[in-house]
Structure formats: C-alpha cells, structure tokens
C-alpha cells in the first residue's frame, strides 16, 4: 500500500507555543489530504481538508486560525497548532487518499502533542 | 451530513471463535465503507472495504456485508487470534469523499 509519512511522532510543548506537524506522502502525490485529531479512547474525528494549491476546507467547530494548514506541495501538507493549550494535547493523523480510488484513504503513523 | 453509528463499543470472544461489528450509516449517497484497525498508539491500517455495487467481500477470515437497502454494513471476523485484538472503526464516505467514522470497537480475543 501507500505510505505516509509524519513528522514528528511525539512533541511536548509549553502552553502558549506553537507546534508543526508534516505530512508527507512518500512514494504517491496527493492533491487532498486530511487532518484528524483522536482523544483517548475516542474515534478519529476529520479537522479539515487540505487541498494543494487552495485555501483548506475546516470541520464545524474547528478553528481556521488556531490549526493552520498549508499544503504548499504535492507531497507535502503541515498543520501548525498556534498558541497551544492543554485542551490541545492529543493524537494528530493525517491521512492521503491514493490515486483515483479517492476514498482508500492512508494514514499517517500519527503526533502525539502533549502541552504542558 | 452523515452519522455512523457503531456497535458494540467492546467485544470479548474466546480464542477461535467469530466476532462481528455492526455499523450503521445514514447518508443514502455513502457509497465506499471501509474498515479499518488500529492498534494502541499506531495509525488505523485499512483491513477491508466494499463499495454498494456489491453486498459481500471476503478476504480470508475477514467478511464485510452491506445492506444499502437498510443502510447498514458489518464486519465479520472468524477464528480470531489474539493478534486480532485492537480497535475496529467503521467508516462512510460522503461528499468530498471524506470518511466520516464510527466510534469503534474494541475487540479483546483471550486466549
């Protein structure tokens, strides 16, 4: 299958910081990938699209300002957490959908974000 | 938008026996349902999907069943292992070809 790749795989910050989170299809372009935040024991829940060349699209509730994403390549899409809070500290995985079988969706390992 | 609804949230099988995860959708449009496994503090691994031109798929020991008509789709696992133990999440797609998920199952198969 697909690989995507994520960087990095753990970060622990203080409240206040901003953090930067890669996502990188490796062997495959993708024009589309998606951003999912996963809490403890819960399901994986879609932030928003990123789209190469165009603005991202969020999910209700989720804040434009506070998760930049900028998907500058075709390999490459980052979610940046601006000013991170506690509240923030969660699973982040991005996911890219390979080829023209858009829905077959591949994930990345993941970022664990711990604010302190 | 659509809601998929997963049952049950834990499963607890013996060794060799079958397991089988429910998940309902409610977007009539939906048309790919994938599942996908995941193991504690790893990425979810596509384990199986099926598209609503068919009603069943079948890959080893692993089944999938659709029922458009109804609207829900299962996964059938049998002679679980104990590696077969982690998270199952279902999932739909809908427009944009986005996933949205169910809120998984934990399967423990003791041995």
């Known amino acids: 299958g697909a690989v995507v790749s994520q960087h990095p795989s753990w970060v622990i910050c203080k409240s206040g910081t901003s953090v930067k989170i890669e996502c990188r299809s490796l062997d495959f372009q993708a024009t589309t990938m998606f951003w999912y935040r996963q809490f403890p024991k819960q399901s994986l829940m879609l932030m928003a699209t990123s789209n190469e060349g165009s603005k991202a699209t969020y999910e209700q509730g989720v804040e434009k300002d506070k998760f930049l994403i900028n998907h500058a390549s075709l390999t490459l899409s980052t979610l940046t957490v601006t000013s991170a809070h506690p509240e923030d500290s969660s699973f982040y995985i991005c996911?890219?959908?390979?080829?023209?079988?858009?829905?077959?969706?591949?994930f990345g390992p993941g970022t664990r974000l711990l604010v302190l | 938008g659509e809601n998929v609804e997963q049952h049950p949230s834990t499963l607890s099988v013996q060794e060799g026996d079958s397991a089988v995860i429910k998940c309902t959708y409610s977007d009539s449009a939906s048309n790919y349902f994938p599942w996908y496994k995941q193991e504690l503090g790893k990425r979810p691994q596509l384990i199986i999907d099926?598209?609503?031109?068919?009603g069943e798929k079948k890959d080893q020991r692993i089944a999938v069943t659709l029922n458009k008509t109804a609207k829900h789709f299962s996964l059938h696992i049998t002679e679980t292992q104990p590696e077969d133990s982690a998270v199952y999440f279902c999932?739909?797609?809908?427009?944009?070809?986005?996933?949205?998920f169910g809120g998984g199952t934990r399967l423990m198969v003791k041995p």
């Open positions: 996911s890219a959908p390979l080829g023209g079988l858009q829905e077959t969706q591949y």
């Open positions: 999932a739909a797609n809908n427009a944009g070809n986005m996933l949205t």
């Open positions: 099926i598209r609503s031109n068919v």
